[in-house]
């Protein structure tokens, strides 16, 4: 079975920094990965995506400038490393992974299977 768990979520102040990681099941191959957030009573919204040779990457405007996704295909995970951060930012993370062989960026949440359970990322002032 996938499995996609993220970890590193927290609280942070306005203008700090926050690293989160996401552990892909090796069981599915080349595939492209993705974060999303979600605050309560609102649709998840994409967030990064990075496809598989990490040679690519695609934002939200909304985090283009502070956010940074990157991934080692040997440990079979994905960063995001989240500077910069603003109480907007706070939401729930979740990390995503594509079908195997797709391995192309997308900010479309139908385009992948796989999902973490999330993980919380609060900033305060």
């Known amino acids: 079975q996938v499995q996609v768990v993220e970890s590193g979520g927290g609280l942070v102040q306005a203008g700090g920094s926050l690293t989160l990681s996401c552990a892909a099941s090796?069981?599915?191959?080349?595939?492209?990965m993705g974060w999303f957030r979600q605050t309560p009573g609102r649709e998840r919204k994409f967030v990064a995506s990075?496809?598989?040779?990490?040679?690519?990457?695609t934002y939200a405007d909304s985090v283009k400038g502070r956010f940074t996704i990157s991934r080692d295909n040997a440990k079979n995970t994905v960063t995001l490393q989240m500077n910069s951060l603003k109480l907007d930012d706070t939401a729930v993370y979740y990390c995503?992974?594509?079908?195997?062989?797709?391995?192309?960026?997308?900010?479309?949440?139908?385009?992948?299977?796989?999902w973490g359970q999330g993980t919380q990322v609060s900033v305060s002032s």
């Open positions: 995503a992974q594509r079908p195997s062989f797709f391995t192309e960026t997308s900010n479309r949440q139908g385009d992948y299977n796989y």
């Open positions: 990075i496809n598989w040779s990490g040679e690519s990457t």
């Open positions: 090796a069981r599915t191959f080349e595939s492209a």
